[in-house]
């Protein structure tokens, strides 16, 4: 049995449905300005005075204007319902232009659904996917803002990226988020052989040990949480230091640390001036660098 679509069927009355057009136009004026004026005064109160935005804010933010988005689009389609069946069966005969027309969106929604259904990430978490990279400010349903940071210093560059939902079906999703506070920060030294690299490694370890002591206990309780949460075991949170060898018979200092992120880089530039002070206090002088004779 054919169903008929009809107001009374979406739940609209007779009386809504004998609107003229002009009423209806009054009437979806009025709806749209309550709700967007509805959802200005809520945003304001969530977002209060406060200049940095909260991942807990912008949750809140985020499903103000998903709730009033969908409020807006039920309140115009029970308005405009007789009209809407009317331009239904009219674009019957397009029916399959239409489709393919409308891949893109069609995947688009698709993936949104599949982010929304595994969970893989909500706003405020920083992810990667693709070539793209960044902390997600805004989820809508057929694509996803983020702003941009960097891969390796995890540091914002100050980009907004709009990307569409389809990627999350062709591309997987990694997620960064338990690197917003500390990162398993991985650099290297490289040198010529020279007669005291066990010495090198020791200044090197010095230095991190002194650094990193006053945010030990808190890089260690931070450590443990994430094993928690992930259920796998992780690197050791205390520094590391390898030596090995290039191929070109270089000595190279490979060090690992789980540190603060902000204070990656200031970190790694600590390391290089302890390097450097140890062998310009070395009796010995790398090949090529001595002074010439009188």
Request: charged fraction near 20%; aromatic fraction near 8%; glycine fraction near 6%.
């Amino acid at each position: 049995m054919e169903v008929e679509l009809s107001p009374e069927v979406l739940g609209v009355t007779a009386d809504l449905a004998a609107l003229s057009v002009d009423a209806r136009l009054g009437w979806s004026a009025t709806l749209l300005f309550g709700v967007l004026l509805l959802r200005w005064i809520l945003l304001r109160v969530v977002r209060r005075d406060t200049a940095i935005v909260s991942d807990r804010q912008r949750r809140w933010m985020l499903a103000i204007r998903n709730v009033a988005s969908f409020v807006a689009i039920v309140g115009l389609t029970f308005l405009w319902a007789s009209e809407l069946e009317d331009f239904i069966l009219s674009i019957a005969a397009f029916s399959v232009a239409i489709v393919i027309a409308s891949k893109e969106v069609v995947m688009c929604l698709a993936g949104g659904f599949l982010r929304q259904a595994s969970g893989a990430f909500t706003a405020g978490d920083w992810i990667e996917v693709g070539p793209h990279s960044g902390e997600v400010v805004e989820i809508l349903a057929t694509s996803t803002q983020l702003q941009e940071f960097d891969r390796v210093g995890f540091e914002h560059t100050g980009r907004l990226i709009t990307v569409p939902n389809s990627l999350f079906l062709s591309s997987p999703v990694i997620n960064h988020s338990f690197r917003k506070r500390f990162i398993f920060h991985e650099f290297a030294i490289t040198a010529e052989p020279h007669p005291d690299v066990a010495g090198g490694r020791e200044a090197i370890l010095a230095t991190l040990a002194e650094e990193l002591a006053p945010v030990e206990d808190v890089a260690l309780r931070y450590h443990a949480m994430v094993e928690r949460r992930t259920g796998i075991k992780l690197p050791a949170a205390g520094a590391e230091v390898r030596i090995r060898t290039t191929d070109f018979a270089k000595i190279r200092y490979e060090i690992r640390l789980f540190c603060p992120r902000e204070r990656a880089a200031a970190l790694e530039q600590s390391v290089m001036r302890a390097w450097l002070a140890h062998v310009d206090a070395a009796p010995w002088r790398f090949v090529g660098t001595q002074a010439p004779p009188d």
